[in-house]
């Protein structure tokens, strides 16, 4: 059974920062895709940031460009989200998400995904 795990959400003020985790059981992400999400109620889920199975393709949204980081640790099956200068309009529940096969440059097509965790940045 597949299960992906976030943490590392909470409360922030503007300018500062967070990392998101995300611990993946049942399967080997080097073989994946991965990817991050946003959602906030009323919206559709955004593509954050995704990145191809060896790091060669990558996709991250104008919004958050130089300020976010995707990145993965194989050897712990653990995929991260490095947040600096975190803005208001950066609140959302955020998600990963697994992608089998070739790599989606739309951040489309994610099959396995975890069960949210909370950011919201506010003073």
């Known amino acids: 059974q597949v299960q992906l795990v976030e943490s590392g959400g909470g409360l922030v003020q503007p300018g500062g920062s967070l990392r998101l985790s995300c611990v993946a059981s049942?399967?080997?992400?080097?073989?994946?895709?991965i990817g991050w999400f946003r959602q906030v109620p009323g919206k559709e889920r955004e593509g954050v940031s995704c990145?191809?199975?060896?790091?060669?393709?990558?996709y991250i949204t104008d919004s958050v460009k130089g300020r976010f980081t995707i990145s993965r640790n194989n050897t712990i099956n653990t995929m991260y989200l490095q947040m600096n200068s975190l803005k208001a309009e950066d609140t959302a529940v955020y998600f990963c998400a697994t992608r089998w096969g070739t790599f989606s440059p739309s951040c489309r097509g994610y099959d396995h995904w975890g069960q949210g965790t909370q950011v919201t940045v506010s003073s």
């Open positions: 049942g399967l080997d992400i080097k073989y994946y895709n």
């Open positions: 990145v191809s199975t060896l790091g060669g393709n990558s």
